[in-house]
């Protein structure tokens, strides 16, 4: 008899035993993903996103694209970006649970096309198609998306029948805000369905370089510690030794503590800029995210102010490979390897910003005096700019500090403003 | 001279709020597109030096007392934390800065207690040699004995703040274990002068 043979069997049959029961008790943790649902038709266009539903899964891709967590208002519906051209099936990786076990599909769908006028009518309605009118494609009438970018297939909707629930009326409402059709200028502060944009890129590494690494309102706090501390100096001379030591500590210990308080002295490391073109009727908001300049790799995380849009991320190029490290939703999360850049994007209403945006019409440039006055834009800003059918508004290019708009909620980022750009449509 | 009011000396203070509103003027504005201009703006810049002269003046001989060391550590507490926030710190920076300052300054107040009538000479030259002796030998160290050197120059209370400010992403508590050694050393150093100098039962 073999020496050992004994335990080694009972080793083998304990570890089988230990497989079989992590087996079993990993597909009872996550049992496996429904059927993949399209609420608004197994249709999909170039370029535009792609939403669908799949019960039971905790993240969506269509193929080299990046993740997505379930969002809307009932919380099962993926925004997914569409592949840049069109043909053949889609090819879904769906995630189950927290076991990271990836199932792939391939779906069939229609693709429509890229140019022209793609309306969209309800099942119950009688389409019409029209020769030289708009492509007709036919939506059913439950089960509707509540995500108004879900909607930025169509060019046009028809309206809502009555059964239509109010947060799907609503979506439509806020999709038909966005102003459609595509030929619109607008088109240009909707980050799904821009392309992927190395300009894009080489405009925001631009911005990084030309934001300054502390924050205006840190530098005024750090100011006025200095400056009451140089003033009592100045002036307490000749009072008792404790009474002077508390009266200069006041001010530095104040701002001291609100830094600790709003998170300015933690330092992150992932840099985060944040740029704002600020239009007439929208705000393109893009954060430029940093990775770490050494070291391991670092995760961020960002939460649109409410109500913007749904994040987006900006691909570098129809290969960029890293997409899969970024997870969009409700809450975006960034895995971002040293020295690696990742682009954010999402839209919001200028009624969401703050004051200077909605002093903005085109041709009526505010008086920058308040908000620290213009500065020059960087040539690949203009650029970019230009290459999206934009043009900064003279004197307005860039006015500093992070009262510009709401501020997005993050975690593991240092944020940095660069600024907002004032702009209007190249004519 | 026993009166406190006498032992507050304003020059550390306002060396220290006007240094550092100067770092912030530079961290805080828009970087110039040449090289040493564009790094002057870089926040590690300010961190390194209002830290080196933060710390320098914490642990600068002379007789105080520590409530006039506590206005100085509040009076730069905002600046350190906005400049290294604003670099990346991590938080094994700040315990390292925080050990370093903390033991210089206790090196200090330990000198200080020491020169009791005139200035105590020995103590001022081991914190002199601390600062500026032990940067030199670090380098002489590492350039003519091909032996390393940075422990020594992160002893030193001038340059071992700027040592840890370079990188204060991947800072270590550890790099602060020679400062606290050689300011550990100093406060000996006074503590033994005082023994010898004072009066015997």
């Not at chain 1, 029961?21 to 597909?27: E, I, L, N, Q, R």
């Not at chain 1, 009474?243 to 006041?250: I, L």
């Not at chain 1, 006055?373 to 004197?395: D, F």
């Not at chain 2, 032990?134 to 590492?142: D, I, M, S, V």
């Amino acid at each position: 008899m073999n020496p050992g043979s004994r335990p080694n069997r009972r080793f083998r049959a304990a570890a089988l035993t230990a497989t079989w029961v992590v087996g079993v008790a990993s597909a009872w943790a996550a049992p496996p993903a429904g059927p993949t649902e399209f609420p608004v038709g197994r249709t999909a266009r170039p370029g535009r996103p792609v939403v669908v539903r799949v019960a039971g899964a905790a993240a969506v891709r269509i193929a080299r694209g990046p993740w997505t967590a379930p969002s809307g208002g009932r919380g099962d519906e993926f925004l997914l970006p569409a592949p840049a051209a069109a043909g053949g099936p889609l090819e879904f990786e769906i995630r189950t649970g927290t076991d990271r076990e990836i199932e792939s599909r391939r779906e069939d769908v229609r693709w429509l096309s890229a140019s022209g006028t793609v309306r969209a009518v309800f099942t119950a309605e009688a389409a019409r198609p029209v020769a030289d009118g708009p492509v007709t494609v036919r939506v059913p009438s439950d089960g509707l998306p509540t995500l108004p970018e879900a909607w930025l297939q169509f060019d046009e909707v028809a309206p809502a029948p009555s059964s239509v629930p109010a947060s799907v009326r609503d979506a439509l409402d806020r999709w038909r805000a966005l102003g459609q059709p595509p030929e619109s200028a607008r088109a240009a502060f909707q980050p799904w369905r821009a392309p992927p944009d190395a300009s894009a890129y080489r405009a925001m590494d631009a911005a990084a370089d030309a934001t300054p690494a502390l924050a205006r309102d840190t530098a005024v706090a750090l100011f006025l510690a200095a400056g009451a501390a140089l003033v009592v100096a100045a002036t307490l001379r000749g009072a008792a030794p404790r009474v002077r030591a508390f009266a200069v500590s006041a001010a530095p210990i104040a701002a001291a503590v609100w830094l600790l308080v709003t998170d300015r002295a933690v330092g992150e490391s992932i840099v985060g800029t944040v740029l704002r073109v600020e239009g007439p009727h929208d705000v393109l908001v893009v954060l430029r995210l940093e990775g770490p300049g050494a070291g391991a790799a670092g995760r961020a995380r960002v939460v649109p102010p409410p109500g913007a849009g749904a994040g987006a991320v900006v691909a570098f190029d129809e290969s960029d490979a890293a997409l899969d490290a970024v997870t969009l939703g409700p809450e975006i999360v960034v895995e971002l390897a040293p020295g690696r850049t990742r682009l954010l994007a999402w839209r919001e209403d200028p009624d969401d910003a703050a004051e200077p945006a909605r002093s903005s019409d085109v041709g009526e440039p505010a008086s920058p005096a308040s908000s620290g006055g213009p500065t020059p834009l960087p040539a690949e800003v203009t650029a970019w700019l230009a290459s999206k059918g934009l043009r900064p508004l003279p004197g307005l290019e860039r006015t500093r500090g992070a009262s510009a708009g709401p501020a997005p909620r993050t975690a593991g980022i240092r944020l940095r403003h660069f600024g907002a750009v004032r702009v209007a449509a190249r004519k | 001279m026993t009166d406190g009011a006498q032992r507050f000396s304003w020059v550390p203070l306002v060396t220290v709020a006007a240094f550092g509103a100067a770092c912030t003027a530079a961290a805080s504005a828009i970087p110039a597109s040449g090289g040493g201009a564009r790094r002057m703006a870089d926040p590690s810049i300010s961190l390194m030096a209002f830290d080196a002269v933060w710390t320098c003046l914490l642990a600068r001989p002379g007789r105080r007392d520590a409530v006039e060391t506590l206005t100085l550590v509040a009076l730069g507490l905002p600046f350190h934390a906005a400049f290294a926030g604003a670099s990346g710190a991590a938080g094994a920076h700040f315990a390292a800065f925080a050990a370093i300052a903390a033991s210089w300054s206790l090196a200090a107040l330990a000198c200080s207690a020491s020169a009791a009538g005139a200035p105590d000479r020995g103590t001022v030259a081991g914190l002199a040699l601390a600062a500026f002796g032990l940067p030199l030998a670090g380098y002489a160290a590492a350039e003519f004995l091909d032996v390393p050197g940075a422990a020594l120059v992160r002893a030193s209370p001038v340059t071992g703040p700027i040592l840890l400010g370079r990188s204060p992403g991947t800072a270590e508590l550890a790099d602060a274990v020679p400062a606290v050694a050689a300011a550990a050393a100093v406060a000996a150093l006074a503590g033994l002068r005082r023994a010898r100098r004072s009066p015997g039962p």
